[in-house]
Structures are given as C-alpha cells and as structure tokens.
C-alpha cells in the first residue's frame, strides 16, 4: 500500500491563526492539540504569489525534498514559528520502498534538519519525522511512536488529509467508528448499519 505525506505540522492555534485568511488553507485535526496543513499547489501558489517547484531528480540528503522549498516559502514557515516550532514533513512509500524528510523552524530560524532518509534502519526514534515531531513537543503516549502517537498514519495521500480537514474528523476517528459498531453489535437488537458515519468509512 502507498503513502504519500507533504505537510507542515504544528500546534494547531498556531496554525488557525496564520491560515485563518487564506483561501486553500485545510488544517486537519491531529492528537495533542496539533494540527496538519497539507501543502498543496494552489497553497503554495496562496502563500507565495508562485507556483511551486518539484525537484526533477529523486530526493537525497542534499536535496531532502520534492517540492523545492523557495525562499518565500521557507522565509514565510520561518516567521510563523516565531510563535512556535514548525516543521515540514514529506514522505513517499510505495511497496516497502520510499523515504522520508523533514525540517523544524523555530524562533524564525532553521532548528533542526533538513534530514532525509531512505533506509530507517536507525531507531525508530531517530527518523527523520520522528526526531521532527519530538522537538514540536510531542510527547510519548501508548502508540509506537511520535508518528502513529499524532495520527499521521490515519489517511494514506494529501486528498486524505484534505477530506480529513473538510469533515472536521477527529484524530480517533476510526478508533470511534470501531466503538460505534461495536456497541451496534453488542446492542439489545443488533440493528445492521445504516447511512451514519460507519457507513461513510469506506468513503473517508
């Protein structure tokens, strides 16, 4: 299965208050009062007054990222986290294979990356949207990871993501959903499911 992530990640108030007036700003709901805001190029083309850029060669650790993070775009996440940590996010997986990428900003300064990596054969901890995510202030819970801990694994591409958003779903959305039909089943007459959010879920 694939999975497909370009996105900035930080607190969500931060991200409500520098998107507020922006046309295709989609902030999607994730754990821990964060937020994810896919990046797409009607965006990028918001934010910059240009049409982005994608890297014509596949990412490497000089080049950490497919869409070219321009001087406006970068300059412009660097002046929102003066209000906190930022941090970008791409990763690409197909069949087993892929990579992923990321860079924090904080202060209106790179704090950290960019870092690209396309083994993880290091602690999970020490991948690259891992270390990202610890230094936004995520902190451990029951999941694996910082990266399962938000709910980034939730939707697979950036039309997820996007959906996601538009619904205002929730971070526990399927955990919900799971719930729901778990107490329809367990429930005095066992009614099969009809057109509520269980139904929607192959949809979502």
């Known amino acids: 299965m694939s999975y497909q992530l370009s996105a900035v990640v930080a607190d969500v108030e931060l991200l409500r208050e520098q998107t507020a007036d922006l046309d295709h700003a989609v902030l999607a709901a ?20 240009r049409p982005p850029d994608f890297a014509t060669d596949e990412p490497c650790a000089e080049r950490p ?8 775009l970068a300059e412009l996440l660097a002046r929102w986290s003066t ?5 970008y996010l791409e990763a690409e997986f197909a069949g087993g294979l892929g990579h992923q990428s990321a860079v924090v ?22 991948w690259p949207i891992n270390t990202a995510l610890t230094r936004l202030g995520v902190e451990p819970g029951s999941w694996i ?25 929730s971070a526990d959305y ?23 959010p269980v139904g929607d879920w192959g949809n979502a």
Do not use: I, K, M
């Not at 964060?34 to 934010?47: G, I, K, M, R, S």
């Not at 910082?146 to 619904?167: I, M, N, S, V």
């Not at 399927?174 to 509520?196: F, I, K, M, V």
């Open 30 to 49: 994730l754990r821990q009062d964060f937020a994810l805001l896919p990046v797409t190029p009607q965006l990028v083309q918001e934010l910059t007054g």
């Open 174 to 196: 399927w955990d919900e959903l799971a719930d729901e039909w778990e107490l329809r089943q367990s429930g005095p007459h066992q009614q099969p499911l009809g057109p509520g």
């Open 65 to 72: 990222f497919e869409l070219v993070l321009s001087p406006p």
């Open 145 to 169: 990871d910082p990266f399962a801990e938000l709910g980034l694994h939730l939707e697979r591409d950036t039309d997820g993501w996007l959906t996601h958003g538009r619904r205002g779903l």
């Open 105 to 126: 900003w904080l202060g209106g300064d790179v704090s950290w990356g960019p870092r690209y990596d396309n083994a993880l054969d290091r602690p999970r901890a020490e």
């Open 83 to 87: 209000d906190g940590p930022v941090a």
